[in-house]
């Protein structure tokens, strides 16, 4: 008699980003909700033993969509998986994103000045070198953007001017500041009434 043995069959589930392709240039994803999948596969052990992160992945086609809502299927035609694995489960099966056409604006950067000041001094003046920053985004997103702001200041101790590098930066994860690059943050102090 010839015993074959055989592959001891396993499963594991794998946390994987789900990629999103050839979505049109002129659209922005518009949901704050960062898409990742469960996926479970089974297949020989020794397959699963050799598994690597970027072995699974989940992949929609964005070609297609239009501005606003859409809600997308994930099946297992979406991943791609090792040969001699099977996908048992996808979690979530559906998932939903809202697209809104790019655009850019340029917006005020507001520096943030914090500090505790010397007695009679108070802040005078706050200048931001460059006074602008380029952002891009989703429109709606992007249209309702007062202004960019930096990073808090701390002026303690300033008598009567100095200036900080800082960076600029709009809260809103989904809106881009365009090319970032430090702003140059000058406070100029002044006495407060007759002192000076």
Do not use: C
């Not at 659209?27 to 050799?50: C, K």
């Not at 090792?82 to 939903?96: A, K, N, R, S």
Request: aromatic share 4%.
């Amino acid at each position: 008699w010839i015993v074959v043995a055989r592959d001891p069959i396993a499963e594991i589930e794998v946390e994987v980003p789900i990629e999103f392709h050839n979505l049109p240039d002129n659209l922005e994803v518009d949901s704050a909700s960062f898409t990742q999948a469960q996926i479970r596969v089974r297949g020989p052990e020794r397959v699963i033993h050799r598994l690597q992160p970027a072995d699974i992945r989940a992949e929609v086609n964005l070609a297609k969509v239009q501005p606003g809502e859409r809600t997308f299927d994930l099946s297992a035609r979406q991943v791609v998986v090792p040969p001699d694995l099977e996908v048992v489960q996808i979690i979530p099966g559906q998932f939903h994103l809202s697209f809104d056409n790019r655009a850019t604006r340029v917006v005020e950067i507001r520096p943030r000045v914090t500090g505790n000041f010397a007695s009679g001094l108070r802040v005078a003046q706050v200048i931001a070198d460059p006074p602008t920053v380029l952002i891009a985004g989703p429109r709606r997103r992007v249209e309702a953007v007062e202004a960019a702001i930096t990073d808090p200041v701390d002026a303690s101790g300033v008598m009567t001017r100095a200036s900080f590098e800082m960076q600029a930066y709009v809260p809103d994860p989904l809106i881009q500041v365009v090319h970032p690059a430090p702003i140059r943050v000058t406070v100029i102090m002044e006495g407060q009434g007759d002192k000076k």
